[in-house]
């Protein structure tokens, strides 16, 4: 039997899904192609809440994320780090030979204003890293608020990665006045892996223009100009692009603010039982995900064998921690397909097997 | 009614591999995804005749081909061009900032390996970039003659792409002792593209341990460190990993050399139809690919016309050229899941059209 996946991504996807992936494939550089890109690109441009191309990119989010900063950065870049993934980001700027500096703060807390502020007052950065959903520890950051001091310095190109927070919670690209924002298909979207979008602004392509040795796979420049005839640099995941197309038609139908509900009363479902349990999230409910939670494991839980059970008796995975969380915190997501009724039978199994593992 | 590609990829995807694709998905740090991999692995291994590790990249095989430069080339790449793929594979050099210099042949020659002897003698180069099957000409380089010269030279890593040549024709890496040989898997694999194979010998991950900012997203030793716990760095092309395992066992129960033979023979098929129709191929004979046909466009054929008219009467599409040979040349497909009958189809409804628009 099929398991059920309610892990932080990827997340379960559906057969209508699958059925939109399977026609059969058109090249890249034909008409028809052009057309799917045209419908894609201005579904997508609603969800991202902004006017500015979404290049399609044939690979994780990963590759978007160090291509983001390869494109932008030529002094130095401020990486805000509060958890696994904003600390990577961190990593790869240093792994690319690009001088960085990270403004740690605490796991699980969220980003401090202040803090940003005092950094780029410096006049050391020409770009800054924020992760607005740390799926490491299922906090989001007060994008609005950080940007409100990041926009006083023209300099500084702005990359947001919203990789668990995209199409499940609003990330409003043009209010919030960011640069970059990059994302993934296989987390609120729930398509399988295999394809990541990024939103740029017209800022962070003239920056391009003036950094060296962009490189060519994640070249925004290029990217612009094929993005300009409706089609992709390379030989695109046309089947992910075909299933694409139909999510964001499948979005306007339900409307982006009926989604985003949909997510938070589904992710405050998951709270109440947190509470019902007498468990605690891992950050302060204020900045608690709406796409995923993470829950410390105050009680003790045996993660392993709870997350076998889980999977031996009801067929649902979810996640037992990430990186140096691993064990001492659960995580569940509500992103994707979930309704009321589909995660409350994952809430009811697991108040089943944690009287047995607590 | 769904048009069958014909062009030198994406080709047509079986539904039996569609079928494989949408299976659930699993988590790509589970258990159940470490053995698909390894089966995925020895599959692969067979196929490139090498016992190296075989690299699974979310990417077009661009980006694995970019990164095998960034990962290898410390002081300067030889770039053997002889059409639009290898030239490209020169510029992705430089806009690495890689330094390199272009080896230039005509379109559709072989790749001269006393030329290349010649270069590399000059001491200037650690790394040789060959493009196996020059997908634009339809031209099959002299590997093996060419690496007989390169082996003499064990400074230089030899990089060669086998895009659309890979299980269509042998590419036996270990025999020709290439370092890294990249593919993808929207050619003679016959699967949706989106994922980059990249296999890579340990000459290579040594000289990548010299090079520095190789970057993250196609880091050799980032690769290298997940592949010993068979899996990926990032979140992968999940449903296109499924697709590889059913692809992998098919071959095996085809057989490699029948499925060589097979290729071999629907390509002589067409070579018979350029002859019959007093058309020419565009390289040599000797060294025309056996995976698709780049064929002269000497009978002053109406190509745009022609491919529309095959599109709306027959459902069939051919490429009409690529580049700069674009309207000179037409190019056909015989890689992938092809047969007698699928391919007389074609060449029938050609007969039919070319009357017409020749």
């Given at each position: 039997m099929h398991t059920k996946l309610f892990i932080p991504g990827p997340v379960d996807v559906s057969q209508r899904s699958y059925q939109a992936m399977v026609q059969g494939l058109v090249s890249h550089r034909s008409l028809e192609f052009e057309e799917i890109y045209r419908t894609v690109q201005s579904g997508l441009q609603k969800i991202f809440e902004s006017k500015d191309p979404v290049f399609l990119i044939t690979s994780s989010a990963w590759g978007a994320l160090e291509g983001s900063l390869k494109n932008t950065c030529r002094k130095k870049a401020l990486c805000c780090t509060s958890g696994a993934f904003s600390e990577k980001w961190y990593e790869v700027a240093l792994a690319n030979?690009?001088?960085?500096?990270?403004?740690?703060?605490?796991?699980?807390?969220?980003?401090?204003?202040?803090?940003?502020?005092?950094?780029?007052?410096?006049?050391?950065?020409?770009?800054?890293?924020?992760?607005?959903?740390?799926?490491?520890?299922?906090?989001?950051?007060?994008?609005?608020?950080?940007?409100?001091?990041?926009?006083?310095?023209?300099?500084?190109?702005?990359?947001?990665?919203?990789?668990?927070?995209?199409?499940?919670?609003?990330?409003?690209?043009?209010?919030?006045?960011?640069?970059?924002?990059?994302?993934?298909?296989?987390?609120?979207?729930?398509?399988?892996?295999?394809?990541?979008?990024?939103?740029?602004?017209?800022?962070?392509?003239?920056?391009?223009?003036?950094?060296?040795?962009?490189?060519?796979?994640?070249?925004?420049?290029?990217?612009?100009?094929?993005?300009?005839?409706?089609?992709?640099?390379?030989?695109?995941?046309?089947?992910?692009?075909?299933?694409?197309?139909?999510?964001?038609?499948?979005?306007?139908?339900?409307?982006?603010?009926?989604?985003?509900?949909?997510?938070?009363?589904?992710?405050?479902?998951?709270?109440?039982?947190?509470?019902?349990?007498?468990?605690s999230l891992f950050p302060e409910k204020k900045y608690a995900a709406k796409t995923l939670s993470c829950i410390r494991n105050t009680r003790n839980i045996d993660l392993p064998a709870f997350n076998q059970a889980l999977k031996d008796e009801f067929s649902f995975c979810i996640d037992g921690g990430y990186g140096k969380l691993k064990g001492k915190t659960l995580r569940i997501s509500n992103m994707g397909n979930e309704t009321e009724a589909s995660m409350q039978a994952l809430l009811d199994a697991m108040d089943v097997l944690i009287e047995r593992f607590a």
């Open positions: 030979g690009i001088a960085a500096d990270a403004l740690k703060h605490d796991w699980g807390t969220p980003i401090d204003p202040n803090r940003v502020e005092e950094a780029l007052k410096t006049g050391d950065y020409d770009a800054i890293t924020i992760v607005h959903s740390e799926t490491s520890t299922g906090t989001y950051n007060p994008v609005k608020e950080i940007m409100e001091v990041v926009k006083q310095f023209p300099e500084v190109i702005s990359l947001v990665d919203t990789v668990s927070s995209f199409s499940g919670a609003p990330t409003p690209k043009d209010a919030w006045g960011v640069d970059v924002i990059v994302t993934g298909v296989q987390k609120a979207l729930a398509l399988p892996p295999g394809l990541a979008l990024a939103s740029v602004s017209n800022r962070a392509l003239e920056r391009a223009k003036a950094v060296p040795h962009r490189g060519y796979y994640f070249d925004f420049l290029e990217l612009n100009q094929k993005h300009a005839n409706n089609t992709t640099v390379t030989t695109p995941a046309i089947a992910l692009i075909y299933a694409l197309k139909d999510k964001v038609e499948e979005i306007e139908s339900e409307g982006l603010k009926t989604r985003f509900e949909r997510h938070a009363r589904l992710n405050k479902r998951v709270h109440d039982w947190v509470e019902k349990q007498g468990l």
